[in-house]
């Protein structure tokens, strides 16, 4: 039971950071032995993810190239990609071979301007969110937390995008 001093924004608040701290927790955790779960010979179902991922960093990298008046609203999106694709690779069997950053094609074209090189990056943001969220349906339970928290935090970005 919730004590009647704390407003439902606190408990929600609260809610959201433990879950995003398990998320990263389960991160940790999978770089030791549950890391090998998967068999070197059966692609893992995370590697799309982590091509997408990379693709979206690049996607970013492009726009800000071509619109550097973007940077400030496009960088720091583009650097929680690079997280979630470190998160990704640190759930993957190490003895696979896996998408390096020079492998990733950018998600969205530069476009023709600002405004179309957002649209663009919003639509592949919303695209990887469902991605994410499909994903969770047949992960393991610490995988489908990463991938929840990846599905959130992308669905933001398409918000903040517009």
Excluded: W
């Excluded at 701290?21 to 991160?27: D, E, F, Q, V, Y």
């Excluded at 970013?60 to 583009?78: N, T, V």
């Excluded at 469902?130 to 928290?149: F, I, Y």
């Amino acid at each position: 039971m919730v004590p009647p001093t704390l407003s439902r924004r606190a408990v929600l608040t609260a809610a959201t950071a433990a879950g995003i701290a398990a998320a990263t927790s389960a991160c940790d955790r999978l770089t030791g032995s549950g890391a090998a779960a998967v068999p070197p010979a059966q692609p893992d179902p995370l590697e799309p993810l982590l091509a997408a991922e990379l693709g979206l960093v690049a996607g970013y990298e492009a726009a800000i190239a071509r619109f550097p008046g973007l940077a400030g609203k496009l960088g720091p999106i583009r650097d929680e990609h690079r997280k979630h694709a470190q998160a990704i690779r640190a759930t993957l069997d190490p003895r696979r071979q896996t998408a390096a950053p020079g492998d990733a094609k950018p998600a969205a074209a530069a476009g023709a301007s600002a405004e179309a090189a957002t649209a663009a990056l919003a639509a592949e943001e919303r695209a990887a969110a469902g991605r994410a969220a499909q994903a969770c349906v047949t992960a393991g339970p610490e995988r489908a937390a990463l991938l929840a928290s990846i599905s959130a935090s992308e669905a933001v970005h398409a918000v903040v995008l517009g």
